[in-house]
């Protein structure tokens, strides 16, 4: 199935869907915590700005939750970061601090009420993901993709995503000289099927956990990719198959914490040779941690519903190292999206 070249670009519907959650958290922050009173009163009090210990521990949050959060804030301009401190913008004190006659806190209040802002600040507090979005029960979404039917519609999802992010991922990537790619967590199958496009002597295999397996395997069957793009049926958590020169992670580490992202690119270093290729697609924070804005506003989408967020490049290079990956390159490909490329050192 090859698709015709894209005419528009649709960089604008996914930065408003990934970002639908982040108003409501400004929401939280301004009236339930009234945070940016709280920050210009402890750098008055202490002739010093507060630091993220400080923040957490006057307001009971969670490091991940606050660290989401103050990412964002920082991106939206209402504060700046100052070594390891964090201090109001000059916007924010104006408009968001308890005695400017321009005080627009009520404002902002008067939508409490809504019900993200109550999962928003549940999150805050306790660090674990809320429901995914009209889940009827209390099911975190990883847990839900066990049902067959919400497995086929989060992976409907994910490939109506790639197939525009899909080409742009492999022309990034087309000059990296892999000869088998597993594509872990890969979904439907999309970006496999986009890089066998690109590059017709690969060969991709989709490393999926029933029932998303099945769901892959029907749809490359279907589009006419099932002899170049395979499906692989397992737990990416507990060990993976040996014979390929490149992982691909698109879309996957963002959705899990520091200890599974750890395990998972040691699990990685442990299959693949040395010289093998780790390539993770994924929105990226910069290394200053003030943005770009659209991946800030993303990752507090992750931080509402997985245990995950959008990792820095610098986390990930360190990450990386940890892993034994030499990391080697980020590469733009679309819609804010990124390849942060790194390679199997010698053992
Ligand atoms: C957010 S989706 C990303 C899909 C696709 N790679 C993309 O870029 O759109 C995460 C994928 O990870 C898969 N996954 C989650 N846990 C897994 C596990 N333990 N082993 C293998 N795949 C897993 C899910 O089934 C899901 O398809």
Same mark, same amino acid.
């Given at each position: 199935?090859?698709? $015709?070249?894209?005419?528009? %670009?649709?960089?604008?519907?996914?930065?408003? @869907?990934?970002?639908?959650?982040?108003? %409501?958290?400004?929401?939280?922050?301004?009236?339930?915590?009234?945070?940016?009173?709280?920050?210009?009163?402890?750098?008055?009090?202490? %002739?010093?700005?507060?630091?993220?210990?400080?923040?957490?521990? &006057?307001?009971?949050?969670?490091?991940?939750?606050?660290?989401?959060?103050?990412?964002?804030?920082?991106?939206?301009?209402?504060?700046?970061?100052?070594?390891?401190?964090?201090?109001?913008?000059?916007?924010?004190?104006?408009?968001?601090?308890?005695?400017?006659?321009?005080?627009?806190?009520? !404002?902002?209040?008067?939508?409490?009420?809504?019900?993200?802002? /109550?999962?928003?600040?549940?999150?805050?507090?306790?660090?674990?993901?809320?429901?995914?979005?009209?889940?009827?029960? /209390?099911?975190?979404?990883?847990?839900?993709?066990?049902?067959?039917?919400?497995?086929?519609?989060?992976?409907?999802?994910?490939?109506?995503?790639?197939?525009?992010?899909?080409?742009?991922? &492999?022309?990034?990537?087309?000059?990296?000289?892999?000869?088998?790619?597993?594509?872990?967590?890969?979904?439907?199958?999309?970006?496999?099927?986009?890089?066998?496009? @690109?590059?017709?002597?690969?060969?991709?295999?989709?490393?999926?956990?029933?029932?998303?397996?099945?769901?892959?395997?029907?749809?490359?069957?279907?589009?006419? !990719?099932?002899? @170049?793009?395979?499906?692989?049926?397992?737990?990416?958590?507990?060990?993976?198959?040996? $014979?390929?020169?490149?992982?691909?992670?698109?879309?996957?580490?963002?959705?899990?914490?520091?200890?599974?992202?750890?395990?998972?690119?040691?699990?990685?270093?442990?299959?693949?040779?040395?010289?093998?290729?780790?390539?993770?697609?994924?929105?990226?924070?910069?290394?200053?941690?003030?943005?770009?804005?659209?991946?800030?506003?993303?990752?507090?989408?992750?931080?509402?519903?997985?245990?995950? /967020?959008?990792?820095?490049?610098?986390?990930?290079?360190?990450?990386?190292?940890?892993?034994?990956?030499?990391?080697?390159?980020?590469?733009?490909?679309?819609?804010?999206?990124?390849?942060?490329?790194?390679?199997?050192?010698?053992?």
């Amino acid at each position: 199935m090859r698709l $015709e070249p894209v005419v528009t %670009d649709p960089t604008e519907l996914y930065r408003l @869907r990934d970002g639908v959650y982040a108003a %409501d958290l400004l929401i939280v922050v301004v009236a339930e915590l009234d945070l940016f009173t709280w920050f210009d009163r402890y750098e008055r009090e202490h %002739d010093d700005p507060a630091g993220v210990e400080q923040v957490c521990a &006057a307001h009971q949050l969670d490091p991940r939750a606050a660290d989401v959060t103050i990412t964002y804030l920082v991106a939206r301009g209402l504060l700046a970061r100052v070594g390891d401190r964090i201090t109001p913008t000059r916007v924010a004190r104006e408009h968001l601090v308890a005695g400017s006659p321009y005080d627009l806190r009520a !404002y902002y209040a008067s939508l409490r009420e809504r019900p993200t802002c /109550k999962d928003l600040l549940a999150v805050l507090r306790s660090g674990r993901p809320a429901a995914w979005a009209g889940a009827a029960g /209390k099911e975190a979404w990883s847990d839900r993709l066990a049902s067959p039917e919400f497995a086929a519609s989060i992976t409907a999802a994910m490939d109506a995503r790639g197939a525009y992010l899909g080409p742009a991922l &492999a022309e990034t990537i087309a000059d990296l000289p892999a000869r088998a790619v597993l594509d872990l967590g890969g979904g439907s199958g999309i970006y496999g099927s986009a890089l066998v496009e @690109r590059l017709p002597g690969l060969r991709v295999d989709v490393f999926e956990r029933p029932p998303v397996d099945d769901v892959a395997r029907t749809l490359l069957a279907t589009r006419g !990719y099932a002899e @170049r793009v395979g499906v692989v049926s397992g737990d990416m958590f507990t060990g993976l198959p040996g $014979e390929y020169d490149a992982h691909l992670y698109s879309h996957v580490l963002h959705d899990w914490g520091p200890g599974e992202v750890r395990r998972l690119l040691a699990n990685s270093a442990a299959a693949l040779p040395s010289g093998g290729w780790v390539v993770v697609h994924d929105t990226h924070i910069d290394d200053e941690r003030s943005g770009p804005l659209q991946v800030a506003e993303y990752s507090v989408l992750l931080m509402h519903s997985t245990p995950g /967020k959008c990792w820095s490049v610098a986390e990930l290079r360190g990450m990386f190292a940890e892993a034994g990956f030499d990391y080697v390159d980020c590469r733009p490909t679309a819609a804010d999206r990124t390849a942060v490329i790194g390679r199997r050192a010698h053992r």
